[in-house]
């Protein structure tokens, strides 16, 4: 048979699904972003981590309720407020399978904090690790972290980072574990179709993974392939068309259509990010608190979530997520459109004002129904639109660069629940992420004791003061923190979405 | 044209690629947004730690030196690292160049053959129902937006009738040993069928998506080029011998017709390879458009600068292309 026979005779054979080699259980996710490397320790993007924690496991992890437990680790012991040791789980493969030891984890952590450690460059990760002085093997089986100070998250940024085979990277270098992996985690790489695709299959000689999270054993499906669909219209069609069981950054637009279709449903699960607008307290009008207030009770959050969000988010009276450590019930601003005009009246604008409020294009529909609800106050708001990298020059400057601009409606995640993470940079004066501009020294001086406090109550107590503090203060409008949505197939069972929005796709099974 | 023409043409490309490299080098450290900033994200992050990235990126250097460095570099064919893939530039581009320049060309296929029979058959009935139709189904090619378009072909081809897949370059269940980088042929030279027809399926939106604006193009160049031709006293000539209407129009009248339609349609495959970033985003399409766009976004300055220099050869090269082509099928024209 010639070549152009066999195409017609493939031709004729045409509409049907192509099945060479296609597993029984071949879990697919349609996933917005691809993975910028594999190397655990060389980027700095949540989907790419998403990938890679399926192919690696950490000392510690979260579970789907955020709570952070041993992974690698077989226990954690915090011997002073500057040293934590380690006990490793014996009997961990390695994809290639050689055993992994503390050995491992120590030449992992030190490529991620020792300056230059990765072929005369530094990990772009140092930052997630605080200020880590050494980490040092003791007694064969156990990994001692030494930090130069008392840093209480310290656990709670530790399942950022993925333990790596000390042998195959010395073996392949940094360009090798950049598109090759040998990591202890459920699933080991089959193909990675830059771009397209990652295919990971079940790796047979999996340790199980966190004993506190059930079930432990190898995964559940045969193949996990994550299929690249930036575009979410696609996402969505892919997930109706049957050709993807799970997708992430489902548009609340669309879940009604996910829900209304026959074997798909819809999955949430409450975000880590809080959305607010900074008011700009270095600029002209903003800087009298009777008009940050104004547009406090200008605003109707829950008219917003429901309209807008479909009801999908929690509304923030401060900074930090209803879920986040040292969060506590604060004071709200209702809305009171009446107090409102007041408000600004008595700031000296009985006529009212006109503001400019930067957002990103992404965010344009909500911020232009947030300044329709300021303008009916006086707030006359136009909503400018631009590219997040230049509105982050604009916005986000370390030190005492002066600002220009009224309002910035914008967000801050926090991937670890903790405030360090979210109230230090965008509260402390002069942080890089008060695009507010707001300087209060005991604000400042609660949020650099808390960062070192290592009493649990204590430090909670901080953050409850330096969050009342804030509320009365007022440089932003604190709005929500929405929920992920996900679409995901009736078939798939075990697995939960995750607040760190990552997937981790251990436990999940297809019927 | 003598091989002289063709040394003096190859050597214009110099100061075209140091005018592109120096202009999108500007713009890139001109245009707002700093890359370290964007790279942390929301994160908390010490002056020293932050000061210690832009160090890893270059970026600490005044830009003056880091355009020569740049320049230097690229001349011994080092585009430097991607900030974000942390592997050479160029091997992140050659990963996914294939797959843009093979749907490109699909695409082209597409407009081409569905474009110049239209054309032709819109003029010789010029006026009718026919060329009206064709009139506005042109109109409607051009003005259409790809994005909505791709959607709706995804919406009834995908999700309403099962025929073809959503998104992708081809199925992940098919094997795939590259040679040439196209699947399509590398597919066909494995012998593997399945995979072949795997890798067509999903070609065919993706490529009607892309080829759509230029079939509507190339349908009118053709259309007019054919009706002026038909006017030629040579035209009427071959009718008068009594040669049939058939052996008049394919014989006589296309050739000539073609000749703008082949030089529109050369130029126009550079304008498909930047059409390529919408469809590449909406139908997941691992090509370079996609990942440039990405790029701009983050301002990952390596991979941009690389890229549209990569950009500038192809046009550079395409309109070469035209010129030669132009020459050999109008004789007329010299170089």
Known sequence: ?511 | MSLGKLIERLLQLVPVLLGVSLIVFVMMALTPGDPVQIMIGDQNITPEQEAELRRGLGLDRPIVERFFVFLGNALQGDFGQSFYHRRPVADVISERLPATIELSLVALIVALVTAIPLGVLAAIRKNSIFDKLATVGSLLGVSLPGFWFGILLIMLFAVQWHILPVSGRIGYSSEIETITGFLLIDTLLRGNLPAFWDAFKHIILPAVTLGLPMTAILMRVTRTSMLEVLRQDYVTFADAKGLSRRRVLFRHALKNALIPTVSVAAIETGSLLGGNMIVETVFGWPGLGRLVVESIFLRNYPLVQAAVLLYAVIYVLLNFFADILYTVLNPRVKL
């Not at chain 1, 192919?55 to 309720?65: C, E, I, K, M, Q």
């Not at chain 1, 506190?212 to 499906?221: F, K, Q, R, S, Y």
């Not at chain 1, 879940?255 to 949430?268: E, L, P, S, Y």
């Not at chain 1, 009212?352 to 990103?360: K, L, N, P, Y």
């Open chain 1, 1 to 511: 048979m010639t070549t152009l026979q066999r195409l017609l005779l493939a031709s004729a054979m045409a509409i049907g699904p192509v099945a060479t080699g296609a597993h029984a259980a071949d879990l697919v996710v349609g996933f917005t972003l691809d993975a910028d490397t594999l190397d655990p320790a060389n980027h700095r993007k949540r989907e790419t981590e998403t990938i890679i924690r399926n192919l690696y496991d950490g000392l510690l992890t979260r579970d789907a309720n955020m709570v952070v437990v041993p992974e690698i680790a077989e226990s954690m012991t915090q011997v002073s407020p500057t040293v934590y040791d380690f006990k490793i789980r014996a009997g961990i493969k390695f994809h290639d399978g050689s055993l992994m030891t503390a050995e491992d984890v120590k030449f992992t952590l030190d490529r991620v904090t020792v300056e230059g450690a990765m072929e005369g460059q530094t990990s772009p990760r140092a930052s997630l690790m605080g200020p880590v002085a050494s980490v040092e093997v003791v007694g064969g089986d156990t990994v001692r972290i030494t930090l130069k100070e008392p840093w209480p998250i310290l656990p709670a940024m530790l399942p950022n980072q993925q333990i790596v085979s000390k042998a195959f990277v010395e073996a392949n270098g940094s360009q090798g574990i950049a598109t090759s992996e040998n990591g202890t985690g459920p699933f080991r790489l089959v193909e990675w179709r830059k771009g397209e695709s990652v295919i990971l299959e079940r790796f047979a000689d999996y340790y199980g993974g966190a004993t506190d999270i059930a079930p432990v054993g190898p995964a559940c499906v045969d193949r996990v392939i994550f299929k690249i669909i930036p575009e979410s219209a696609s996402r969505v069609a892919a997930l109706l068309a049957g050709d993807v069981h799970i997708i992430n950054e489902l548009p609340a637009f669309s879940m009604a259509q996910v829900n209304a279709n026959a074997g798909t449903h819809v999955m949430t699960v409450n975000g880590t990010r809080s959305f607010f607008v900074a008011m700009n307290l270095e600029g002209e009008y903003f800087d009298d608190p009777r008009v940050r207030q104004a547009a406090a009770h200008a605003i109707d959050k829950n008219l917003l979530i429901d309209k807008i969000l479909g009801g999908n988010a929690a509304p923030i009276d401060g900074i930090l997520s209803p879920d986040a450590f040292g969060a506590s019930e604060l004071p709200s601003y209702g809305y009171d459109p009446e107090m409102a005009k007041k408000l600004l009246a008595d700031a000296g604008f009985p006529n009212g004002i006109d503001i400019v409020m930067d957002t990103e294009g992404a965010f344009k529909d909500t911020a232009e129904a947030i300044a329709s609800l300021l303008t009916k106050v006086g707030i006359r708001t136009t909503v400018a639109v631009g590219e997040s990298a230049q509105l982050t020059a604009k916005w986000r400057v370390q030190g005492k660069a002066p600002k220009t601009g009224d309002m910035y409606f914008s967000s801050w995640g926090n991937g670890s629940l903790d405030p360090f993470d979210i109230f230090t940079p965008t509260h402390r004066t002069n942080d890089r992420g008060n695009s507010a501009g707001y300087a209060n020294p005991a604000v400042d001086a609660l949020l650099d004791a808390a960062a070192t406090e290592l009493d649990v109550a204590k430090r909670a107590g901080m953050y409850r003061e330096a969050e009342l503090l804030i509320n009365a203060d007022l440089p932003y409008l604190y709005l929500w923190v929405p929920q992920d949505i996900y679409g995901v197939s009736d078939r798939v069972t075990g697995w939960q979405p995750s607040a760190d929005s990552r997937i981790n796709l251990h436990d999940a099974c297809l019927k």
